[in-house]
């Protein structure tokens, strides 16, 4: 638990007040909802690098339907595992490692150690993976970002915050038109799951076909925005909904938030996208306060 929220907690029950928790990513499609005075329900595309999620994994790459009085998953990245803490958000090796082992996919050996050259920390990694030691699953879209990264060899550790997708979109080839096959599934709970194994393939196959990093670049992020406007199009398909806000650090990333922006309309969505505030998570409390305010009206 972060300090603020204990601090919260704590502070609450000493002041015989009621604490209300609100979940991260619906207070950051919350935020747009109140900058724009929406009422009622919107598909809500949220994504970044981390967020508590209410089943216990690490959400960043999330479709929400939601008003400011209720919020229902209706998709997300499919989850896989993060080793090591901290160090994940550090070292593209560990996601790539972990994205790797929930597609399925076998990443060559002389491009992970291009990305590593410390064999023995790719296999403690790795065996630490397949035994889920010290491990969380994750959807974070954030993540990706570092490992696409590091596989078009722009870059391996974020030395600072988001270090490696900012390197990502500034090489990103304006004229480039094409992107990576998008898949999506159902799960038996009746979530979408965006499957990223087959960006991952396309990825690797340009990599050895020894494309420039700039176009696979701009393919990942058109494929990025393909697959959120995809989960877009069956949310509205199954709510009949029409609105759809957008909010998250990753969507700092202009390249990613113009395109997206772009299809999403063209496919004829009404956009709300964050202008009075930002959004990354200084939006937040923003969020919380909106939906704290709509409870207590409920409750009055």
């Not at 638990?1 to 499609?29: C, D, E, L, R, V």
């Not at 970044?48 to 216990?56: A, C, H, I, L």
């Not at 399925?104 to 065996?127: A, C, F, Y």
């Not at 960006?199 to 701009?218: F, N, P, T, W, Y």
Request: proline share 3%; net charge negative; aromatic share 8%.
């Amino acid at each position: 638990t972060y300090f603020s929220t204990q601090f919260a907690q704590n502070y609450a029950k000493q002041a015989g007040i009621p604490a209300m928790s609100i979940q991260h990513h619906w207070a950051h499609a919350a935020a747009v909802m109140a900058e724009y005075s929406l009422q009622g329900d919107v598909i809500a595309l949220v994504a970044d690098g981390t967020g508590y999620g209410d089943d216990g994994a690490i959400w960043g790459c999330e479709c929400l339907v939601c008003s400011l009085t209720q919020m229902r998953r209706f998709g997300h990245l499919d989850y896989y595992p993060l080793a090591g803490g901290d160090a994940a958000s550090v070292e593209a090796i560990r996601p790539i490692l972990g994205l790797s082992k929930t597609a399925g996919i076998t990443v060559p050996e002389d491009i992970l150690t291009g990305i590593e050259p410390d064999l023995h920390k790719i296999r403690i990694i790795t065996r630490q993976i397949e035994k889920e030691f010290a491990t969380v699953s994750t959807s974070s879209l954030g993540r990706v970002f570092d490992a696409v990264a590091a596989l078009v060899n722009i870059g391996f550790q974020n030395h600072f915050e988001a270090q490696l997708p900012i390197a990502l979109e500034a090489i990103a080839d304006p004229d480039e038109t094409g992107y990576y096959p998008i898949q999506l599934r159902q799960t038996p709970e009746s979530k979408v799951v965006w499957s990223i194994g087959s960006v991952l393939e396309g990825l690797i196959d340009d990599i050895r076909k020894g494309h420039d990093a700039s176009v696979m670049s701009a393919r990942f992020h058109r494929s990025t925005g393909r697959a959120l406007l995809e989960f877009a199009v069956q949310a509205r398909q199954q709510s009949g909904l029409n609105q759809v806000v957008l909010s998250g650090g990753v969507f700092c990333n202009r390249y990613l938030s113009n395109y997206l922006i772009e299809i999403l309309q063209n496919s004829g969505f009404q956009v709300f996208f964050s202008r009075r505030v930002p959004v990354n998570d200084s939006c937040i409390a923003l969020g919380q306060a909106a939906i704290v305010n709509e409870k207590l009206k409920l409750r009055k």
